[in-house]
């Protein structure tokens, strides 16, 4: 069976090219464009996984991640993020991120970091 991920990204493009990434290894169920929006299509799809932005308008992707952990606590989230967010990349492990790759996102590090944490 393949895992379900969602994509969450405030950009269209990034979206499009996380998207592109992870079709083939998984089936991407929905795309999010702010955490809220996050919370609200993971309560729905219920996805094995989230590919989630750090910064974002509305609801960021540390809160969304907070919130889809303390009710889903066996979601996989894992954060996209430019490397100069090391900060940033701290708290979203406190809020229960499973890992993080940078942006540019290279699909050599996105689909084996989703997949390793899946196992």
């Given at each position: ?30 795309e999010?464009?702010?955490g ?57 492990v ?26």
């Amino acid at each position: 069976m393949t895992e379900r991920v969602l994509v969450v990204d405030d950009s269209s493009f990034q979206r499009t090219v996380v998207r592109d990434a992870l079709e083939g290894s998984f089936d991407v169920v929905g795309e999010a464009e702010n955490g809220a929006e996050a919370v609200e299509l993971f309560e729905a799809y219920e996805p094995d996984a989230v590919s989630m932005d750090v910064v974002m308008p509305e609801m960021t992707g540390i809160e969304a991640t907070r919130n889809i952990k303390d009710r889903w606590p066996d979601a996989v989230v894992v954060m996209c993020t430019s490397v100069d967010q090391q900060e940033k990349m701290m708290e979203a492990v406190k809020a229960g991120a499973d890992g993080y790759v940078t942006k540019p996102v290279d699909p050599d590090e996105l689909v084996p970091e989703l997949k390793s944490n899946l196992d």
